[in-house]
């Protein structure tokens, strides 16, 4: 009876691990960088505890432009977005700077949802909804801006910055719960030894 027990608790330990993953919602909001900054880059590294499908998760937020951010012109402002090392938008805004707007590169999963200058030297925004795929473990999300022509003509920032998505996640037992399982099987088989006895 003992192997039995014993049998069934190392099914048990090999069939918990194969359990299916289940969709969890997932989101994480980091914190604005309204700036102004000259130039520059901002970094955020996200954790999820699973994968999204592929381009299963969205990343929204608003690009600041403070006083002259150019879009095209005499001098060129260009804005790149890259997510996981992969670059996913690069183009201008006129949010300030009486330029025009532009786009260089954009991936398929991303969209311009407005941009808005609010006149001359009076900066503008810009809104973005980028669908893309969630790593389980870090994400990183790198926001660049490059060079700009000092704080006195113009800065940019980030806000409201939010990812979203459902990961899938595989439910494993912690070890405490595996134990109790096994010290209940072995309780088992105990009990069942004394009534056969």
């Not at 289940?22 to 909001?29: E, H, M, Q, V, Y």
């Not at 999820?48 to 381009?55: D, F, N, T, Y």
């Not at 690009?63 to 804005?79: A, E």
């Not at 532009?102 to 200058?117: A, L």
């Amino acid at each position: 009876m003992r192997k039995k027990v014993m049998k069934f608790f190392l099914a048990a330990l090999i069939i918990v691990p194969t359990l299916p993953a289940w969709a969890i919602p997932f989101i994480s909001t980091p914190a604005d960088t309204l700036g102004p900054l000259n130039g520059g880059s901002v970094l955020e590294n996200v954790g999820s505890p699973g994968a999204s499908a592929v381009g299963g998760a969205t990343l929204t937020f608003d690009l600041l432009g403070y006083l002259s951010v150019d879009g095209s012109n005499c001098c060129t402002d260009t804005f790149m977005l890259t997510v996981n090392g992969s670059l996913l938008f690069s183009g201008g805004f006129d949010m300030g700077g009486g330029g025009t707007n532009f786009v260089s590169f954009s991936d398929p999963g991303v969209t311009v949802v407005s941009s808005i200058s609010n006149g001359f030297f009076q900066g503008g925004l810009t809104q973005f909804s980028v669908s893309h795929t969630l790593l389980s473990g870090n994400n990183t999300y790198l926001f660049d801006y490059g060079s700009m022509q000092g704080l006195v003509d113009e800065g940019w920032g980030l806000r409201n910055m939010v990812i979203s998505a459902d990961v899938g996640v595989r439910q494993v037992p912690e070890p405490g719960t595996l134990v109790l399982l096994g010290l209940g099987l072995v309780g088992i088989g105990f009990s069942r030894k004394k009534l056969t006895a």
